[in-house]
Every structure is written in structure tokens, then in C-alpha cells.
Nanobody
Framework: QVHLVESGGGLVQPGGSLRLSCAAS????????MSWYRQAPGKERELVAG????????DMADSVKGRFTISRDNDRDTVFLQMNALKPEDTAIYYC?????????WGQGTLVTVSS
């Protein structure tokens, strides 16, 4: 059974940093693309970044380029999102995602609030 558990969200001031983690289980983590999405209040869920099993980047939203970094640890079945220079518009629930076949799997999400 696929299980994704995000952690690391919280309240941070503009310009601050947070590191999100997503612990995965129930599938062969090292061969799967892992992605981070986010959904801000009143907006659709959007792709933030994606990373292949070998560590190369599949996607990075223009709005976070130069500020966010996605990485993974295949020994720990965990994917990370390092978020620097956070802005109020980064406020959202951040979700971990993987796709197996034609099915999407999601974590429960972790809330990031950027506010002074």
C-alpha cells in the first residue's frame, strides 16, 4: 500500500526558509519520479517540482526557480523540498506525489504559511 507522509511545514516570515520532507513506503521508491505540488487558498493545485529516481529534475515551476530545491535520499525513501527566500505567495498546502501507472498517489499535505 502506497503511503506518503509530508512534514516540515509551518509559519515563517517573508525571506525565511523551510525544508519539507516526504517519507514514502509501499513501492520501489528509487525508480519513481517524485513530485511536490501546492494548493493555495482558492486556487488550483499546481506542480512545484519533480525529480527522477536518479536525481535529475523533471520540472521546476518558474515561480520558485532559484529559491526552491528538490532532492531525494533513496536510502531513506524520502524526498525533500528546500524552500528559501519565501514569499507570502508561497503560502499553500504542499503535497507529495507519485504516479504508479495511471494512478496518482498523494500525501495528506503540510501547510506552509509565509507571513509577518
Amino acid at each position: 500500500q502506497v503511503h506518503l507522509v509530508e512534514s516540515g511545514g509551518g509559519l515563517v516570515q517573508p525571506g525565511g526558509s523551510l525544508r519539507l520532507s516526504c517519507a514514502a513506503s509501499g513501492f520501489t521508491f528509487r525508480v519513481r519520479i517524485m513530485s511536490w505540488y501546492r494548493q493555495a487558498p482558492g486556487k488550483e493545485r499546481e506542480l512545484v517540482a519533480g525529480i527522477r529516481g536518479i536525481g535529475t529534475i523533471t520540472d521546476m515551476a518558474d515561480s520558485v526557480k532559484g529559491r526552491f530545491t528538490i532532492s531525494r535520499d533513496n536510502d531513506r525513501d524520502t524526498v525533500f523540498l528546500q524552500m528559501n527566500a519565501l514569499k507570502p505567495e508561497d503560502t499553500a498546502i504542499y503535497y507529495c506525489n507519485t504516479k504508479l501507472g495511471d494512478k496518482d498517489f498523494w500525501g495528506q499535505g503540510t501547510l506552509v504559511t509565509v507571513s509577518s
